[in-house]
């Protein structure tokens, strides 16, 4: 079992940055991929971006360029740098973690998830 939970959320102007964080408990051993998704009201849950226990990073088309993964392997920590933040970022943020898979942004390859945190973009 892994638990893991965010940090991070807040409201922000449009043009604004965040930084989310998410700490991973547990038998984190056995993690492969752990990823940023989103849910907007009345919206199916989207990933964001994700990156493997190798540093493999992959993102949604819509933040590229303007979000940042990362991770503190020693910590145990992952990270999400959100830069020229938009009204359509307003979400639900949640953090997740696999350990059955190495890549991808698919939700259902994640099998622990943590319970969010809020970000709201006012334009």
């Known amino acids: 079992q892994v638990q893991v939970v965010e940090s991070g959320g807040g409201s922000v102007q449009s043009g604004g940055s965040l930084r989310l964080s998410c700490v991973a408990s547990?038998?984190?051993?056995?993690?492969?991929?752990m990823g940023w998704f989103r849910q907007a009201p009345g919206k199916e849950r989207e990933g964001v971006a994700a990156?493997?226990?190798?540093?493999?990073?992959y993102y949604a088309d819509s933040v590229k360029g303007r979000f940042t993964i990362s991770q503190d392997n020693a910590k145990n920590t992952l990270y999400l740098e959100m830069n020229s933040l938009k009204s359509e970022d307003t979400a639900m943020y949640y953090c997740?973690?696999?350990?059955?898979?190495?890549?991808?942004?698919?939700?259902?390859?994640?099998?622990?998830w943590g319970q969010g945190t809020q970000v709201t973009v006012s334009s």
């Open positions: 997740a973690t696999s350990i059955t898979s190495y890549s991808g942004l698919n939700r259902s390859l994640y099998q622990y």
């Open positions: 547990g038998d984190t051993s056995n993690k492969r991929c």
């Open positions: 990156i493997n226990r190798f540093g493999t990073t």
